[in-house]
Structures are given as C-alpha cells and as structure tokens.
C-alpha cells in the first residue's frame, strides 16, 4: 500500500538557522497537504499543492511539490521559536489521508 | 464559529472496559474523519463518513472498535473490551469536501487521550 515517508525524523536548530523537511510516498499522489501540531495540540492544515513542480510560499514558509508528484519539501527561512512543534505531510489514499511519522522542530533561542 | 470539538479531553480506563469517545464536527461539514496518533508518529486511518455512512472503515484495527454517525453530525467511536494497546489520542476530523481526491483541508479536533491500564 501507499507509505509517505519524512525526514529527518527530529531537527534541532538555533533560532535564525534554516530548515528543511522532506516528504517521499511510494506512489503519485493526486495531491499533498501538510500540517504543523504543536506539543500537546492537534494538526492544523498549512497548505495544499496540487500542480506537478508546484511552489507556495507563506511568509518564512516555501513548499515544494515534485515534478513527479511522489516529493515534497517544507523549507522554513530563518527559524523562530514560534516554528516549534512537528510537521506532517499527508497524501490522499482512496478516501483517506496517509500521514508521514512527521519531523519534529526544535528551536534553540 | 465554534471548530471540531472531542469529548472527553481525557479517559482512564481499565483493561476489557467499554469506552464511547465523541465528536462534535463543524457544522455543515459533511465528511468525518477518525484518526489514532501515537506518541511520535503521524495520525492513522481509522474511519470515515460522509453523511450518516460510514463510507471506508478500512482502517479499524479490529472489530472491538466501531463508530457511528447516526444524524450525519455528531459521531461516536466505541472501543470494547479495551486493551492497553489502545491506549494513544483519538482524532476526529471534518471537512466541507466528501473526498479527500478533492483536496480539502481537514480540520481537527483537539483530541481525546485514552489511557488503558
């Protein structure tokens, strides 16, 4: 079946450094959606692309959908303390989302 | 107005209990989601419905666990005779969209935390 997989799994960062997660499915994807939880919250949605070779930007946030559509990739600029918590990417399986395991931001004032 | 709701917050339960956990989607939203999210992983698949129906129920672990929908608002997951391998946070979700083909964002409750001891 379908598995989306991320790395890295964790990412310690100083306050200021960039960073960078990576999101792989083992199948072409109609789509992506990706989502921020913070500790002890719950996923919220960040964005969608949907286009082949798709880039979005959100401020200090760019997303970057695969010419293949089986990649993507969060790049956030300059991080924050505020960027902390784990970031999921999601691809649609028949009437379901697959979640990658995430990759866990830490900032480091 | 108000988002997904989940009720309760938190469940302590003993091993082989019965446990309803319950979802207030947002209203209007026709499609819900249930996930279960161990601790550092990603939210897993267990049930969806659009409308009253329960449309894909492929991701139940097993037949101790069993959701309905009966007015197409309210949802309601019941585990039986609970294990200490339940225990994780139970996720519901909604969207305006019936298909996640469509690309719709899904919103999500806060989650209810089930302990089985």
């Known amino acids: 079946g379908q598995q989306v997989m991320q790395i890295p799994q964790y990412q310690h960062v100083q306050e200021g450094e960039d960073f960078t997660t990576y999101c792989n499915s083992s199948t072409t994807l109609s789509n992506i959606q990706w989502y921020k939880q913070r500790p002890g919250g719950h996923p919220v949605f960040l964005i969608q692309l949907v286009k082949s070779g798709e880039v979005k930007k959100q401020k200090r946030l760019t997303f970057q959908f695969g010419e293949a559509k089986k990649n993507s990739s969060l790049h956030i600029t300059a991080t924050q303390t505020t960027d902390v918590g784990t970031y999921f990417c999601a691809g649609p399986r028949g009437n379901m989302l697959t979640f990658g395991g995430g990759t866990r931001l830490m900032v480091k004032p | 107005g108000a988002g997904v709701s989940q009720t309760p917050s938190n469940k302590v339960t003993e091993k082989g209990k019965y446990v309803e956990l319950r979802c207030d989607p947002i209203s209007g939203h026709t499609a819900l989601y249930w996930y279960r999210q161990s601790l550092g992983q990603g939210p897993e698949f267990l049930i969806y419905?659009?409308?009253?129906?329960?449309?894909?129920d492929s991701g139940l672990p097993n037949d101790r666990f069993f959701a309905v929908r009966p007015e197409g608002s309210v949802s309601t997951l019941k585990i039986q005779r609970t294990e200490r391998g339940d225990s994780a946070v139970y996720l519901c979700?909604?969207?305006?969209?019936?298909?996640?083909?469509?690309?719709?964002?899904?919103?999500f409750g806060p989650g209810t935390r089930l302990t089985v001891l």
């Open positions: 979700a909604s969207s305006s969209i019936a298909s996640v083909r469509g690309g719709d964002e899904q919103f």
């Open positions: 419905f659009q409308g009253t129906g329960a449309a894909d």
